[in-house]
Every structure is written in structure tokens, then in C-alpha cells.
């Protein structure tokens, strides 16, 4: 901290945050120690699935299954065979039984409207017109169990219930991390209020994560858990890319840490889409076990793994396979790893329920058996990366996804 009792990150000062509690709130990151995370973590795959798939197989709408329990349940009766009979390696997850997956939970609670076109992706509307609106409304508290569309997906699950008995039905109305929020609340002007209006900014930040923990309060209790837990909470907060590296300490890293205060004392970890270079430092500086970049165009393993120490996981798109073949899936597993990445994964969507693609998706599973074997029988990465075709080498990551 500096002379006025106002925290920084790298020597830098940062603004000073209102209220106060909040500086009192942010500490030091966790002390973890990346000088033998990344080395003794395991190596870890899977390939996880999605509604999506079902949803191609059994020729359901988008919006039926959003908005129609009797139509989410047929899908899934009728899907989960088709899914298993197309895949039936045990090591791919069928799609989780849950309520639709709408991650505009939070915000919808708080006023901002859900649309739901018949064939294409949901939407929402921000909702505050200015950051001072946001603040002050952000001050009164909700019942978020009866708040926007939450009392619809309830009686949503306990439909989903009824015709599955036994069977776990996960509550998937969620939220997002500090500064996605911010965006689906205030849209595009956020990206200018972070210039315009910094400190007022950082006040609506603090107000908005602060909200999203009341909600996160309502849906860990719809899960049957609860909203702190001690080994470890995990963040989703792909619009923080958006934010320039030099705003980083003031404007994201404080409802980071606010956001993780509120939810553990153990690991925490994160996905964030499209982080730069320049950006993945703090990841280590916010005391990261594990880190999600997903699909992000602008890093590559070697990227990550010399950006900072936070083991990474590493994906492989389901439009990836599209412009690959079964040998050069394989390259991509062995490459990905021996470059640095603790883990990599890929999920089973619609476009992956195509003939032509179950043998890729076969090979990346039989590729990361053999990665996992060779590791554990004392190979190296450097080992890992001979076993990589020249063309593969060529291809990652100087030429990838081309």
C-alpha cells in the first residue's frame, strides 16, 4: 500500500476505491507456489458434451428446449440413447440433465430482459442508463428466488424432476464474473465508463459484485450447496479481456479478489476467453491454481506457459475439427502438451454428431490415453513433442487454427 493506505499491483498506485471497506476487503493474493504448481500438477482430459448435441440429434428447437419443459424432456429421453450409441467410450459425459443454461441469471434478476428467438442464441437488455442509476439500485436488496424468469426455471427443474426420479437435475439460471456483469448491465458504455468514469466505475463494480454474490447465495442453495465453500471457487469473466492491461489493477483485479474473498478460502480458479499477452501476469498476481483461456485467438500454449506459471488448460473447439484430420487431432494433443499445458479438453456439440467427425473425436480421446500413459510412465514433454509429425509442428501455433 502506499503512504495514503490505497493498494497497488506492481508498484503501480491505483485509484482510490469507495467505499472504503473495500481496500480493507483486498489483500494480498493467495500464497501459492508457482515454482512446483505447474510441474506437480497431474495431467488431466476429458471430453464434456452439451445440450447441443441432443439437441441435433433429436431435431429439437433451441427455443422449445429454453422455454418448454415437456419438449427439454423428450429431448433427453430420446437423445441420451442416440448420444450413446454414437459415443459409447464411457469417458465422454453425456449432457448434464439441467435446466436450460442461461447465464443471464443475475442480470435478469435485477430487471434486465431475457428474449429468446425461436432458432438463435438468447438475449438480454442493459438496464442501467448511467453508472450512478446502477450504484444506487445495485443498494436494494432482491429476492432473487422470485425475481425476472428464476420462478419459471424452478418450476422448470421440478418438472425435470418429476420425469427423471433419481436422478440429479442441476439449476443452471447462473451469473458471471465482476466485469462481464458490468458489460450485460450498463452494454457497450462500460467499455467507455472505465475511461470516462473510473472511479464511479470502481464503485459500480464494487456494487456489482457484491449483488452477484447475493445471487450466488439463491442458486448454490437451488444446488443443494452453498455459496462459500472452502476448497475452492472458480469465476467465469471473458469481458475482463476487454479491459486494457493498464487498467488491470484498478478496474478488474480488485472484484477479483472481492469476488473470491466472498466465495473461498481455498483454490481459485478462472475462465477468461481472449486474455492478451500482456494480461496473463495478473493471473498469477490474483493467486490462480488454474486457468481457462477456452477459445482465445490471441495465446497459444507456449504463450500461456511463458506469460505466467498458472497451470492451463487447453481446448480443442468442436469447429476445430472441421479443418483438421484424425492424424493431425492426435499432433494436437501431443503438441498442446508438450508445450506446457496441464490439461486439454473438448466437448461434444452439433457439429461434432457428424459421421465424419466421430473418428476425430475417437483419436483425440486414444491421444490423450497415450499422453497420460507416456507421463506417467516418467516421459517428458520434450518426449511428448518428438512423437509430434513435422507437419504438426509447422502447423502449431504458427499457422493455428489455419
Same mark, same amino acid.
Given at each position: 500500500?502506499?503512504?495514503?493506505?490505497?493498494?497497488?499491483?506492481?508498484?503501480? =498506485?491505483?485509484?482510490?476505491?469507495? =467505499?472504503?471497506?473495500?481496500? $480493507?476487503?483486498?489483500?494480498? =493474493?493467495?500464497?501459492?507456489?508457482?515454482?512446483?504448481?505447474? $510441474?506437480?500438477? =497431474?495431467?488431466?482430459? /476429458?471430453?464434456?458434451?452439451?445440450? /447441443?448435441?441432443l439437441m441435433c440429434l433429436t431435431g429439437t428447437a433451441l427455443g422449445e428446449y429454453n422455454l418448454n419443459p415437456d419438449a427439454c424432456i423428450e429431448m433427453h429421453r430420446k437423445g441420451r440413447p442416440l448420444f450413446r450409441e454414437l459415443f459409447p467410450d464411457p469417458a465422454i459425459r453425456e449432457p448434464s440433465l439441467s435446466t436450460p443454461a442461461v447465464s443471464y441469471g443475475h442480470v435478469n434478476g435485477l430487471g434486465s430482459e431475457l428474449r429468446f428467438p425461436p432458432a438463435g442464441e438468447l438475449i438480454h437488455t442493459p438496464i442501467y442508463d448511467s453508472l450512478r442509476e446502477g450504484v444506487d439500485a445495485l443498494k436494494q436488496p432482491v429476492d432473487f428466488s422470485q425475481a425476472g424468469m428464476a420462478p419459471f426455471y424452478l418450476d422448470f427443474r421440478r418438472q425435470l424432476q418429476d420425469a427423471f426420479p433419481g436422478e440429479r437435475v442441476g439449476f443452471s439460471f447462473g451469473f458471471e464474473g465482476p466485469i462481464t456483469t458490468a458489460y450485460e448491465l450498463r452494454g457497450q458504455n462500460f467499455l467507455l465508463d472505465v475511461m470516462d468514469e473510473p472511479e464511479l466505475a470502481a464503485e459500480f463494480l464494487e456494487a456489482v459484485t457484491a449483488s452477484s454474490f447475493e445471487f450466488a447465495k439463491f442458486y448454490a442453495e437451488v444446488n443443494g450447496s452453498t455459496a462459500f465453500r472452502e476448497e475452492g471457487a472458480s469465476m467465469c469473466d471473458d469481458v475482463a479481456s476487454m479491459i486494457p492491461a493498464s487498467l488491470f489493477p484498478t478496474l478488474v483485479m480488485p472484484f477479483w479478489e472481492q469476488y473470491y474473498r466472498d466465495r473461498t478460502s481455498g483454490v481459485r480458479s478462472a475462465h477468461v476467453e481472449d486474455l492478451r499477452a500482456e494480461q496473463l501476469p495478473f493471473l498469477e498476481q490474483i493467486g490462480l491454481s488454474s486457468f481457462d483461456p477456452s477459445i482465445s485467438s490471441k495465446l497459444s500454449p507456449p504463450l500461456i506457459r511463458d506469460g505466467c506459471r498458472v497451470p492451463f488448460g487447453w481446448r480443442l473447439g468442436s469447429f476445430h475439427y472441421l479443418d483438421m484430420v484424425v492424424s493431425e487431432v492426435r499432433d494436437w494433443v501431443f503438441q498442446t502438451v508438450a508445450d506446457g499445458a496441464s490439461s486439454v479438453f473438448t466437448h461434444i456439440e452439433a457439429l461434432l454428431c457428424r459421421d465424419e467427425n466421430v473418428p476425430k473425436v475417437n483419436a483425440f480421446i486414444a491421444a490423450c490415453r497415450e499422453v497420460q500413459a507416456m507421463l506417467e510412465s516418467g516421459a517428458t514433454r520434450d518426449d511428448l513433442g518428438a512423437e509430434v509429425s513435422a507437419s504438426g509442428r509447422a502447423r502449431f501455433w504458427d499457422h493455428w487454427p489455419e
Open positions: 500500500m502506499d503512504a495514503r493506505g490505497h493498494r497497488s499491483y506492481d508498484g503501480e =498506485p491505483t485509484l482510490r476505491l469507495k =467505499p472504503d471497506r473495500l481496500q $480493507e476487503q483486498t489483500g494480498d =493474493p493467495m500464497n501459492v507456489d508457482y515454482s512446483t504448481l505447474r $510441474e506437480q500438477k =497431474p495431467f488431466r482430459w /476429458y471430453v464434456g458434451s452439451s445440450s /447441443y448435441a
